[in-house]
T-cell receptor, first 112, second 113 residues
Framework: AQSVAQPEDQVNVAEGNPLTVKCTYS??????LFWYVQYPNRGLQFLLK??????LVKGSYGFEAEFNKSQTSFHLKKPSALVSDSALYFC??????????FGTGTRLQVFP | GAGVSQSPSNKVTEKGKDVELRCDPISGHTALYWYRQSLGQGLEFLIYFQGNSAPDKSGLPSDRFSAERTGGSVSTLTIQRTQQEDSAVYLCASSLVITDTQYFGPGTRLTVL
């Protein structure tokens, strides 16, 4: 079965420092991987996706993610964190390219 | 352009009542999905519609849950005889086609007393 894992419930980082939110995947066939962000009392906002092509994917708000096949990882990164990046982040994979299967989420807290 | 909209934003109901949740997808999107977000279960898929094809209902947790999509646009998720464990945020998403990025609405927070 397809799945993704987010090993950290919470990540704390100081503003201006680089941030990483981890995601590993377990899929059969070609992985379709996504990152979404959820701000308080809001729906999910799409950040970026990997379907095929370059392993480094750039997305919204300065975020990027690196697809690593050997480590089965798709970590979300940003070179310099902002307080406004504080939110709940979800990694997801698409089962047969349709319905999304989500990780448990990682709460990012950026401190001023 | 307009995003996915959902109504109501909040719904409080009594155990045993039926509820209907509405989703308006992005215009022109042929695929529509329902997900549920709850503390105990995280984010889980419920059902999706793709054009005129039969919907994929594999995520519906019980036969009390049903959904329809009229005219290939608006969708309604119906929960009959609500239970307290149905309390969750119900999220709707749409995509241009089934393989495209899904865009989510703000959700409906359902509270069953």
């Amino acid at each position: 079965a397809q799945s993704v894992a987010q090993p950290e419930d919470q990540v704390n980082v100081a503003e201006g420092n680089p941030l990483t939110v981890k995601c590993t995947y377990s899929v059969s066939g070609n992985p379709y991987l996504f990152w979404y962000v959820q701000y308080p009392n809001r729906g999910l906002q799409f950040l970026l996706k990997y379907i095929t092509g370059d392993n480094l994917v750039k997305g919204s708000y300065g975020f990027e993610a690196e697809f690593n096949k050997s480590q089965t990882s798709f970590h979300l990164k940003k070179p310099s964190a902002l307080v406004s990046d504080s939110a709940l982040y979800f990694c997801a994979t698409a089962h047969n390219t349709d319905k999304l299967i989500f990780g448990t989420g990682t709460r990012l807290q950026v401190f001023p | 352009g307009a995003g996915v909209s959902q109504s109501p934003s909040n719904k409080v109901t009594e155990k045993g009542k039926d509820v209907e949740l509405r989703c308006d997808p992005i215009s022109g999107h042929t695929a529509l999905y329902w997900y549920r977000q709850s503390l105990g279960q995280g984010l889980e898929f419920l059902i999706y519609f793709q054009g005129n094809s039969a919907p994929d209902k594999s995520g519906l947790p019980s036969d009390r849950f049903s959904a329809e999509r009229t005219g290939g646009s608006v969708s309604t998720l119906t929960i009959q005889r609500t239970q307290q464990e149905d309390s969750a945020v119900y999220l709707c998403a749409s995509s241009l086609v089934i393989t495209d990025t899904q865009y989510f609405g703000p959700g409906t927070r359902l509270t069953v007393l």
